[in-house]
């Protein structure tokens, strides 16, 4: 998870700078998850995309939040697959192998 931050917190300046866009990035998924719950409720439901960026952004900047989020998806295989689907990730076949139609 984030291989980038990780080289770059080698050292003291790139550390510090790793620090505060962590907390940046944890402090504005949790204001998009609380801005995105009265806006759940509207006619057009705005809360949801919201919500959703928020978690993404949250468990992009956190750890812990990542383990959670990761979890709670590999517990669902349905929703796992749906969500690996949308990052681009292609479906293998069960049995590990490629399609050779002679």
């Given at each position: ?42 006619p057009i439901p705005l809360g949801i995309p919201l ?22 998806l590999k517990r669902h295989p349905g929703l796992w ?11 293998e076949p069960p049995d590990g192998d490629t399609d050779?139609?002679?």
């Amino acid at each position: 998870m984030n291989k980038t931050l990780n080289n770059m917190s080698r050292n003291p300046i790139g550390g510090v700078l790793v620090t505060v866009l962590r907390m940046v990035g944890v402090a504005l998924g949790l204001a998009l998850m609380v801005l995105s719950l009265p806006l759940a409720i509207t006619p057009i439901p705005l809360g949801i995309p919201l919500f959703i960026v928020g978690v993404l952004l949250l468990a992009g900047s956190s750890p812990t939040a990542h383990r959670i989020v990761t979890g709670y998806l590999k517990r669902h295989p349905g929703l796992w697959h749906r969500v690996k689907r949308v990052f681009g990730e292609k479906d293998e076949p069960p049995d590990g192998d490629t399609d050779n139609r002679s």
